[in-house]
């Protein structure tokens, strides 16, 4: 059951294959929902990206060996061509690796020819017709802000932070003024604050744990729960998986319970447009429950 | 510092009774010097999530708690990665092996567990 009008009218041909890489699936099943509620609402041709593995990260693997990375992360460059979709990515990091590794074999191609080689033993071939986008990308360029803001039937009167991520600062400022355009047309308040570029510390937490839940994420948590806001808004799983470590370190260790829910950007629009928290399953299976934003949303305060 | 003054420290570290040439090493590599410590291809810490990499082909499981989470929420149980398409995770694998990966990181899939 939901709330509000359907929008049907499709924004182009192109075939989208949402890459859910590693965490989504396994810790954030309503940002998933919320996500294809969102892009079938907004007309579409959005599908999962079949087969799929993880991206694999940049972080571990190129650090490791970059012909390795190349590799591997092709063979889902290669499952998007056979399927004949473009890759969306919500996860910064599954963007990175997945755009970097297409320029960088569209740029060398004796790159080209040995992940070929290396996918040929899997009876696998890359020939670099596929292309990458961000999911904020595929909403802001393609679906265009003008038909978001028309699909929003219930504006969210609630104040959030917000967390673009590093590595959505690739292109500049490109994809966090996409970001905070598509969140304000929801309605919501965005709360500036000193640490809304701090890294959360993910890639930090591999070397200096300490200082990547304390000093980073931990400096966002704090802010959030001293300036009293309803929601702290993300898009990229990698992020929200440091958010949902620092939320049991922080408690386990300090003693510290933070209460500030950990939204997704797309449950905010998927709300926005009219569908209710039971749609997506706001409520189960997150480390803060989001009891109260569900009760303020409710009752339209 | 003229060769001279070099020689002279050098004579009076043997004086003292030290061995220039010797480094300060653990007592078990002067005996064994071929077994002396090296750098694995793979960090420690990230073992683990390499480890998954190989068996599941993503960093995360997908057991029956998720799969509850996954309905709960009015998705089908399973995700459709490789967590179901078992045959995208077998071409991995097969890239791993025969690229010459998984050999060089030490990785020993019968045991499950790095040689080092």
Same mark, same amino acid.
């Given at each position: 059951?939901?709330?509000?009008?359907?929008?049907?009218?499709?924004?182009?041909?192109?075939?989208?294959?949402?890459?859910?890489?590693?965490?989504?699936?396994?810790?954030?099943?309503?940002?998933?929902?919320?996500?294809?509620?969102?892009?079938?609402?907004?007309?579409?041709?959005?599908?999962?990206?079949?087969?799929? +593995?993880?991206?694999?990260?940049?972080?571990?693997?190129?650090?490791?060996?970059?012909?390795?990375?190349?590799?591997?992360?092709?063979? =889902?460059?290669?499952?998007?061509?056979?399927?004949?979709?473009?890759? /969306?990515?919500?996860?910064?990091?599954?963007?990175?690796?997945?755009?970097?590794?297409?320029?960088?074999?569209?740029?060398?191609?004796?790159?080209?020819?040995?992940?070929?080689?290396?996918?040929?033993?899997?009876?696998?071939?890359?020939?670099?017709?596929?292309?990458?986008?961000?999911? #904020?990308?595929?909403?802001?360029?393609?679906?265009?802000?003008?038909?978001?803001?028309?699909?929003?039937?219930?504006? #969210?009167?609630?104040?959030?932070?917000?967390?673009?991520?590093?590595?959505?600062?690739?292109?500049?400022?490109?994809?966090?003024?996409?970001?905070?355009?598509?969140?304000?047309?929801?309605? /919501?308040?965005?709360?500036?604050?000193?640490?809304?570029?701090?890294?959360?510390?993910?890639?930090?937490?591999?070397?200096?744990?300490?200082?990547?839940?304390?000093?980073?994420?931990?400096?966002?948590?704090?802010?959030?729960?001293? +300036? =009293?806001?309803?929601?702290?808004? +993300?898009?990229?799983?990698?992020?929200?998986?440091?958010?949902?470590?620092?939320?049991?370190?922080?408690?386990?260790?300090?003693?510290?319970?933070?209460?500030?829910?950990? /939204?997704?950007?797309?449950?905010?629009?998927?709300?926005?447009?009219?569908?209710?928290?039971?749609?997506?399953?706001?409520?189960?299976?997150?480390?803060?429950?989001?009891?109260? #934003?569900?009760?303020?949303?409710?009752?339209?305060? | 510092?003229?060769?001279?003054?070099?020689?002279?420290?050098?004579?009076?570290?043997?004086?003292?009774?030290?061995?220039?040439?010797?480094?300060?090493?653990?007592?078990?590599?002067?005996?064994?010097?071929?077994?002396?410590?090296?750098?694995?291809?793979?960090?420690?810490?990230?073992?683990?999530?390499?480890?998954?990499?190989?068996?599941?082909?993503?960093?995360?499981?997908?057991?029956?708690?998720?799969?509850? &989470?996954?309905?709960?929420?009015?998705? &089908?149980?399973?995700?459709?990665?490789?967590?179901?398409?078992?045959?995208?995770?077998?071409?991995?694998?097969?890239?791993?092996?025969?690229?010459?990966?998984?050999?060089?990181?030490?990785?020993?899939?019968?045991?499950?567990?790095?040689?080092?």
């Amino acid at each position: 059951m939901r709330m509000g009008t359907k929008t049907n009218t499709k924004s182009s041909s192109t075939k989208y294959g949402y890459f859910l890489g590693c965490v989504m699936p396994a810790k954030m099943p309503w940002a998933e929902k919320a996500t294809f509620l969102v892009s079938k609402h907004l007309g579409l041709d959005f599908d999962y990206l079949k087969e799929s +593995l993880c991206c694999v990260r940049p972080g571990v693997w190129k650090a490791i060996n970059p012909d390795w990375w190349l590799t591997l992360t092709s063979q =889902n460059l290669a499952n998007a061509e056979k399927q004949n979709v473009v890759i /969306v990515d919500s996860c910064n990091g599954c963007y990175i690796s997945h755009y970097e590794c297409l320029q960088e074999l569209k740029e060398d191609p004796e790159k080209l020819e040995m992940v070929n080689r290396n996918l040929e033993k899997a009876g696998m071939k890359l020939a670099l017709k596929t292309d990458v986008k961000h999911f #904020l990308q595929v909403l802001y360029e393609d679906v265009g802000i003008a038909r978001i803001k028309k699909a929003v039937v219930n504006p #969210l009167n609630i104040r959030i932070m917000r967390h673009i991520g590093c590595h959505a600062r690739k292109h500049d400022e490109r994809f966090p003024n996409y970001f905070d355009e598509i969140l304000k047309a929801t309605g /919501v308040e965005i709360v500036d604050t000193p640490y809304d570029k701090t890294c959360c510390g993910l890639l930090l937490y591999f070397s200096d744990p300490n200082s990547s839940i304390f000093h980073r994420i931990g400096a966002k948590m704090q802010t959030a729960k001293e +300036l =009293n806001i309803d929601a702290y808004a +993300l898009i990229c799983s990698g992020c929200y998986d440091q958010f949902e470590r620092a939320v049991k370190i922080y408690k386990e260790e300090k003693g510290i319970v933070f209460e500030t829910p950990i /939204v997704h950007f797309s449950e905010l629009l998927a709300l926005a447009f009219g569908y209710k928290p039971e749609d997506f399953g706001m409520m189960y299976c997150r480390p803060i429950p989001p009891t109260k #934003l569900i009760q303020k949303l409710k009752e339209g305060k | 510092m003229s060769n001279q003054e070099k020689i002279k420290s050098w004579e009076k570290l043997l004086d003292a009774g030290i061995k220039v040439t010797e480094h300060n090493q653990a007592e078990d590599v002067k005996k064994y010097p071929l077994r002396k410590e090296f750098r694995p291809v793979a960090p420690d810490i990230a073992k683990a999530s390499l480890k998954r990499d190989f068996e599941v082909g993503l960093v995360y499981y997908v057991g029956d708690d998720v799969e509850q &989470d996954r309905a709960l929420c009015g998705l &089908d149980r399973k995700p459709p990665t490789a967590h179901v398409f078992k045959e995208a995770l077998e071409k991995k694998r097969k890239i791993l092996e025969e690229a010459g990966i998984m050999g060089t990181l030490g990785f020993e899939k019968d045991k499950g567990k790095f040689k080092y």
